[in-house]
């Protein structure tokens, strides 16, 4: 089993301890951070989505343009473009990227950020919707001849793509949420299963759910896993628990005045963000170095759990992950462009060579018992 690095890229420079800078689409700094991840050894960024983002689909053809090996991962939410069209353009942005582009199906757990884009469908509809739209674009992806659908949400007649993905049999399909609706969609759908950053024993039990979800469709061994994750790196333990604080001090001062934090309910709708509250409720720390104090700050949101310690502390808590069935990790800092560059040189190296020690371990291990 490979592991995958997952970076991310914003259309500005932003996080928990700097407030947004510079207009809201900056090429420069989308250009630069991008490269970044790609001279650091990235796999993939990540390009989010909300109902106030610039368009995501933009930006990715951007990075592609700007990068020759770095993947892109387009958060996509499903239901607001006919899923034919969403298939055409994904396929599209294969091509432009030679074959670069993965989706991340984000369906939206939060009722409010829906109705801005003018949504009104319940959480369990719209994984409903969700579940029907990638019945569509797969097929859209893959049928040679035209073909008609009626479901409960679209209908289409003598649907024909002339264009499909450069990877096949299409692009991978990332998909995230931890409601049973959620798990549901994505034991049918997904290729990739993303968690946020939760304990090993939260992991391990969304991993048995998952593939209990995907058993009925014969993909029980077929999804991978990814775990979002802010890794706080310093060449002491110490160091690293001092940067932490560090990041807490400042992001209290942004959360307070970034109306983006200040609106969250306190108790979150999603079922992600309950869980990873949950956890933050147990202590600051949780297993060995799983720092939950940004999680607590801003009410969940988002990828917002650490791992403190050395490169090969952290490099120690990834591996236990990897051992439970994660591969890929989708990792960013909170100074993202310094963070990119800082995680190529100090974490990814270890951690592939770590991986390629568990891995040949596995392999012995399984020639040793077909001979015996």
Excluded: C
């Excluded at 969403?86 to 757990?109: K, P, W």
């Excluded at 450069?166 to 969609?185: C, D, R, T």
């Excluded at 170095?289 to 952290?314: F, H």
């Amino acid at each position: 089993m490979s592991v995958e690095f997952i970076g991310y890229v914003s259309h500005q420079e932003s996080s928990e301890i700097h407030l947004p800078q510079g207009p809201a689409v900056n090429p420069p700094y989308i250009a630069a951070v991008a490269q970044a991840h790609e001279y650091g050894g990235f796999d993939r960024v990540l390009i989010a989505h909300s109902s106030a983002s610039p368009d995501g689909f933009q930006i990715a053809s951007f990075v592609a343009q700007q990068t020759k090996r770095l993947g892109i991962l387009l958060a996509h939410r499903p239901g607001f473009v006919a899923p034919t069209l969403a298939a055409r353009q994904l396929a599209t942005l294969d091509h432009f990227s030679a074959g670069r582009t993965a989706v991340h199906i984000i369906s939206g757990g939060d009722d409010t950020e829906q109705q801005r884009d003018g949504d009104f469908l319940d959480h369990d509809e719209r994984y409903k919707r969700t579940d029907e739209y990638l019945d569509v674009v797969k097929r859209s992806w893959t049928s040679e001849t035209p073909f008609d659908h009626e479901g409960a949400f679209y209908r289409v007649k003598g649907h024909r793509s002339l264009v499909r993905p450069v990877q096949k049999p299409h692009l991978p399909v990332y998909f995230g949420g931890s409601s049973e609706a959620a798990i549901q969609v994505a034991g049918k759908h997904a290729d990739v299963f993303a968690l946020w950053g939760e304990s090993l024993a939260q992991v391990a039990e969304t991993i048995a759910r998952v593939r209990a979800a995907a058993k009925p469709y014969g993909r029980e061994n077929a999804i991978r896993f990814s775990l979002s994750l802010r890794p706080i790196i310093a060449s002491t333990e110490d160091a690293a628990w001092a940067r932490a604080e560090s990041i807490l001090a400042r992001a209290t001062d942004v959360v307070k005045s970034n109306p983006n934090f200040t609106r969250r309910p306190s108790e979150p709708k999603n079922v992600g963000a309950q869980r990873l509250l949950a956890e933050a409720a147990k202590g600051t720390v949780v297993d060995k170095r799983l720092w939950t104090g940004i999680t607590a700050l801003t009410k969940a949101a988002g990828n917002s759990t650490s791992l403190v310690g050395t490169p090969d502390q952290v490099t120690e808590a990834l591996i236990e992950y990897y051992r439970l069935g994660i591969s890929t990790f989708l990792i960013r800092g909170f100074d993202p462009l310094v963070d990119a560059l800082g995680y190529g040189r100090d974490l990814l190296p270890l951690v592939h060579a770590a991986v390629a020690q568990e891995d040949s371990k596995a392999n012995s291990k399984e020639l040793d018992a077909v001979q015996a």
